[in-house]
């Protein structure tokens, strides 16, 4: 398997270890406001990937964290006037929420930084004791002097870094560069009793101290969107190193790009702040995944209307389809075996998670399949629902509805029509009720004497 590798700057061969455990860790978020679609992007992407490695038979264990003290979570609980918890409970729950939403349900642990206040002392004592880090009237800083590989990650020599900084260099901090590890409490802050007085981490040191707990000094993938490495994935970096004395922190380094909408980079202060809430209210888990997947990962993709409009059409055709093969298929028992096309297919998802190639053959599959439907043999039928079950399996863009013979209700009232119609055959006006049955997102499959029917649930009330 090839990925492209943030530090490499290249396409390299993934050396999975013989044991077939990873440990991926990915940058989580910082629970103090609505969350946005490049958030979605990010844990959707990891998401798909620990899945793909699973169904290929690696053992993943997928760490997340969770920021849930920070300075914008202290201003937002000030101008509510309330505990900072509060504000950090309610986006968490909400980010929990999303994740469910959005199908994202990889993650082994999500693990919050307040709940690793002890191990993130024990690190800043460390450093500090090391002569990696120094008390000042504010805090406690890492001093990235001591480090010269800061910035690699960059890609930044960090002697550029010091130009232009020195008139906001604090009197008794040394280097414009150092960043601070630990914050002594201002009047009205939450804080931890430590070393160096009452006060609260700083938010490098909480990946760190909550990586080295759970995978010790090392671990295999790190990952985050782009906005992340610097400064603070470099900061990661100087942090773990400057304790363990290894020459890594991450076996590879894999960065999501940046989500813009309508062509302009997604900010607060032009207004174009998408939420993932606001998608949902319109659109499909399924219809979202798709969207998001299917460009390279590592680069900035256009968040539209007409991005999503194009993934619902996508995401309809392969439900439609993998919905009428399960009732084609009815107990038809599926028995484990080699198949080619999911062996092809694989291969250009090992090739840097290549969901574009991927989905574009899809396509290609559903064409041929959708013709030769009626006379696909029990042997092509289960093969072609073996691929879009593997499809699914990483992916997650197919909608599972429940067939349903019921013929109460007002459904079963027009079902009812139609069958009459049929018998009599009056097929222009029993085919009127099918489309308007379509149009209400109701699709129907004739089986002989017996009519199907399931409902298109993300296309009825999100249009």
């Known amino acids: 398997m090839k990925i492209f590798d943030t530090l490499a700057r290249e396409k390299i061969t993934l050396g999975l270890p013989h044991d077939r455990m990873i440990k991926m860790y990915v940058c989580g978020p910082t629970v103090q406001d609505n969350f946005h679609i490049g958030h979605a992007r990010t844990y959707v992407f990891f998401d798909s990937l620990a899945k793909y490695l699973r169904i290929n038979g690696y053992r993943v264990f997928y760490l997340q964290n969770i920021t849930d003290i920070d300075d914008k979570i202290i201003d937002r609980a000030k101008a509510e006037n309330v505990d900072f918890q509060v504000i950090s409970r309610r986006y968490t729950a909400e980010f929990y929420a999303l994740m469910k939403a959005l199908k994202i349900d990889s993650v082994n642990l999500y693990a919050l930084a307040t709940d690793h206040i002890m191990e993130i002392i024990s690190q800043v004592k460390r450093l500090v004791e090391a002569g990696f880090a120094y008390e000042t009237g504010d805090g406690v800083y890492f001093s990235v002097s001591r480090f ?153 993709i256009n968040y539209s209307e007409s991005l999503l409009q194009e993934s619902r059409a996508v995401v309809n055709q392969l439900s439609i389809l993998y919905n009428k093969m399960r009732i084609k298929a009815g107990h038809y028992v599926r028995k484990p075996g080699t198949n080619e096309t999911i062996e ?102 004739d089986r002989g004497a017996e009519t199907l029917w399931w409902i298109d649930t993300a296309g009825v009330d999100k249009k």
Do not use: C
């Open 344 to 445: 092809r297919l694989n291969g250009i998802v090992g090739d840097n998670m290549d969901f574009r190639g991927l989905f574009r053959d899809v396509m290609n599959l559903l064409g041929t399949w959708n013709a030769s439907l009626e006379s696909m043999s029990e042997a092509e039928l289960l093969e072609a629902l073996s691929v879009l079950d593997w499809l699914d399996s990483f992916t997650g863009i197919i909608r599972h509805e429940s067939a349903s013979t019921d013929i109460s209700g007002p459904v079963g009232l027009l079902l009812r029509i139609r069958s009459e119609l049929r018998s009599r055959r009056e097929f222009q006006l029993a085919d009127t009720i099918r489309s308007s049955l379509l149009s209400m997102g109701i699709y129907i499959e």
């Open 148 to 300: 010269p590989d800061y910035g690699k990650l960059w890609g930044q020599d960090p002697q550029t870094l010091l130009a232009g900084t020195s008139a906001n260099l604090r009197e008794d901090k040394r280097d414009p560069r150092d960043f601070v590890i630990w914050k002594k409490m201002k009047p009205g802050e939450p804080y931890w009793d430590s070393p160096w007085g009452k006060g609260r981490p700083g938010w490098h040191i909480e990946d760190t101290a909550i990586t080295e707990a759970y995978f010790g000094p090392a671990y295999n993938i790190h990952g985050g969107g782009m906005d992340l490495i610097f400064p603070h994935h470099d900061a990661e970096i100087a942090i773990s190193r400057s304790l363990s004395g290894l020459d890594r922190l991450s076996d590879y380094w894999i960065h999501t790009g940046m989500v813009n909408v309508n062509l302009e980079k997604m900010s607060k202060s032009l207004k174009n702040f998408v939420t993932i809430r606001e998608v949902l209210a319109s659109y499909g888990s399924e219809e979202i995944r798709y969207a998001l997947l299917n460009a390279n990962f590592s680069t900035a």
